[in-house]
């Protein structure tokens, strides 16, 4: 999933206009600001904190932490998307999350 996200910044460098259009301190319509950014940073952090973290909290911990970070995400996704190809990449981050949920409601408590 954050490896979607990160390929997703990256194809929307290509895009024509779009370094003029942040270089002039706007991304979409909106004004890029410093509590922008630090939400932009907190989005991605969080999957980074996941991977960190999944291996070290207990059992139960784990599936809810996992659950309701991916919760999160997917609103991040849906309220994210601003072209179509956003819609691509939506689809394939909140399928990564639903697969994540998944797996952690199927795991087994280890021995």
Same mark, same amino acid.
């Given at each position: 999933?954050?490896?979607?996200?990160l390929?997703?910044?990256?194809?929307?460098?290509?895009?024509p206009?779009?370094?003029?259009?942040?270089?002039?301190?706007?991304?979409?319509? $909106?004004? !890029?600001? +410093?509590g922008?950014? *630090?939400?932009?940073?907190?989005?991605?952090?969080?999957? @980074?904190?996941?991977? =960190?973290?999944?291996?070290?909290?207990?059992?139960?911990?784990?599936?809810?932490?996992?659950?309701?970070?991916?919760?999160?995400?997917?609103?991040?996704?849906? $309220?994210? !998307?601003? +072209?179509?190809?956003? *819609?691509?990449?939506?689809?394939?981050?909140?399928?990564? @999350?639903?697969?994540? =949920?998944?797996?952690?409601?199927?795991?087994?408590?280890?021995?």
């Open positions: 999933m954050l490896l979607n996200t390929f997703q910044e990256m194809h929307e460098i290509v895009e206009g779009f370094i003029e259009e942040v270089s002039g301190g706007t991304l979409n319509g $909106t004004e !890029i600001t +410093d922008l950014l *630090v939400g932009a940073g907190l989005v991605l952090a969080i999957p @980074l904190a996941m991977v =960190v973290l999944s291996r070290v909290l207990p059992f139960s911990a784990n599936r809810w932490a996992n659950t309701v970070t991916a919760a999160t995400m997917v609103i991040a996704s849906v $309220t994210t !998307i601003g +072209d179509p190809d956003d *819609v691509l990449f939506a689809i394939a981050k909140i399928t990564g @999350l639903v697969a994540i =949920v998944a797996i952690v409601w199927r795991m087994r408590r280890a021995r």
